[in-house]
Each structure stands twice: as structure tokens, then as C-alpha cells.
């Protein structure tokens, strides 16, 4: 749990709002929400100095699909509060939606300058390094995530992308195993180490992780960076 503070009322707001909530939730008259009929866009109206009302903005504009709000909304909380770690957070989660990934490193990072042993920020920093190309710094990431919580299976499988995209696919099969081993049903892994035993000759072995992968829900990707 990134935040305590109001989360039972922004989770009933943000439900509500997209259609998931079939009772009126209970919110204050200073946060609340309204869905507009003709696109589904939440109205919402915060006193102008309520950093977590604009971060409540913000988490249910993400959640309709509102990138752009989303951005405005938590970078206002910011402006208000500089030490609003899940603000930084989820900007940065927009950032990289939005396939601004040096500014979403930046983001993690002032998380991680705020929070030090966030393991979730490692690893989303790490996936922005990776989409930068800078795989050192990732790897990076990606361990310090892991030896801070070591059953971290995205940080094994992130880290097994950046060994891969680097051109060493056995030791991104031994990352994507190591994910296997932690969830047997983790797909992602599965596609991974298929496209590495694949750099590597073994078909055999492709073939069987990616029989595995399409069971799990895995249907087609170009790319073994993008799932």
C-alpha cells in the first residue's frame, strides 16, 4: 500500500466513477466527483490548497484514461506538497504511459530520494531505463529491488529483459527461471526465456516456454520489452 491517508474514500470514488460502484459513496463536499454523460470525464473540485484532493483528482482521472488531468492533477499536489511521494509515483506511472521515460526516471527517482528502500520505484525505474536503452542502470535497479525484497519476481523478470535486450540471453534465462520458480503461472517470463533460448539455437525449448506462454494468456508480441 503506497498511501493510508482517505484511502477507503478516494478507492470508493475512483470505483464509482468508472462504473464499478452501484452505491453512492460517501465523500466529503469538498471532494467529489461527477460523471459528465456525453464522455465519461470526472468534474472534480478541490479547495485550491488541498494537495491530496488534487492527488484524488488525479488517481481517478487516470483511472477514466485521462492521462493529460492526471498529469495536471498531481503535479498541482506537488506544487503544494514537494515531499508527496505517491504524487511523484504516479506521475511518473503517467509519464511512462505516455512514453516519457526520462521524465518518469525522474519522477521514481525523487521517490526514491524521498523513500529510499521503495522497491516499487527501483523497479519502475529500472523499466524507464530500460526503454532508454540504458541497461546498466537498470540492472542496477533491478537488483537493489531484489536484494530488498527477494521474492520480487518483476524485478527477476525485468532484469532478465535488460540482460536480454543487452545480448546475453543466458543470463537473462537464468533471471526469466529464477521468475518461473517464485510464480509458475508469471507468462511474461515464459515469452522471455522462449525469445532467449531462441538468440540461443535451442527451438526445442523456445517452443515449449512459448506453448506455456500462450496457455497463460500470452497471445502474440513483437517485442519482449513491452508485456
Not at 17 to 33: H, K
Not at 36 to 61: L, N, R
Amino acid at each position: 500500500m503506497r498511501f493510508k491517508k482517505s484511502f477507503r474514500k478516494m478507492m470508493a470514488v475512483t470505483l464509482w466513477a468508472v462504473g464499478t460502484f452501484t452505491v453512492m459513496p460517501l465523500v466529503s463536499a469538498e471532494v467529489y466527483a461527477q460523471t459528465a454523460t456525453d464522455s465519461a470525464k470526472e468534474i472534480v473540485h478541490v479547495p485550491k490548497d488541498d494537495a491530496f484532493g488534487f492527488y484524488e483528482s488525479g488517481v481517478i482521472c487516470e483511472a477514466l484514461g485521462d492521462n493529460a488531468w492526471a498529469m495536471e492533477n498531481y503535479t498541482h499536489a506537488i506544487g503544494l506538497d514537494v515531499k508527496f511521494i505517491e504524487a511523484y509515483f504516479n506521475r511518473g506511472m503517467v509519464y511512462e504511459k505516455l512514453g516519457e521515460f526520462a521524465n518518469a526516471a525522474s519522477d521514481f527517482t525523487k521517490v526514491l530520494e524521498l523513500s529510499p528502500k521503495d522497491t516499487a520505484a527501483y523497479n519502475k525505474r529500472g523499466e524507464s531505463y530500460i526503454k532508454l536503452h540504458d541497461y546498466t542502470r537498470a540492472i542496477a535497479d533491478f537488483t537493489t529491488a531484489i536484494e530488498l525484497k527477494p521474492e520480487f519476481v518483476e524485478a527477476y523478470h525485468n532484469r532478465g529483459v535488460a540482460y536480454y535486450e543487452m545480448g546475453n540471453p543466458s543470463q537473462a534465462i537464468d533471471e526469466f527461471s529464477k521468475a518461473i520458480e517464485l510464480d509458475p503461472e508469471f507468462a511474461k517470463s515464459y515469452f522471455g526465456r522462449a525469445m532467449s533460448y531462441k538468440s540461443l539455437g535451442d527451438h526445442e525449448k523456445e517452443s515449449a516456454d512459448l506453448t506455456m506462454a500462450r496457455k497463460l494468456g500470452i497471445k502474440q508480441q513483437q517485442n519482449i520489452a513491452e508485456k
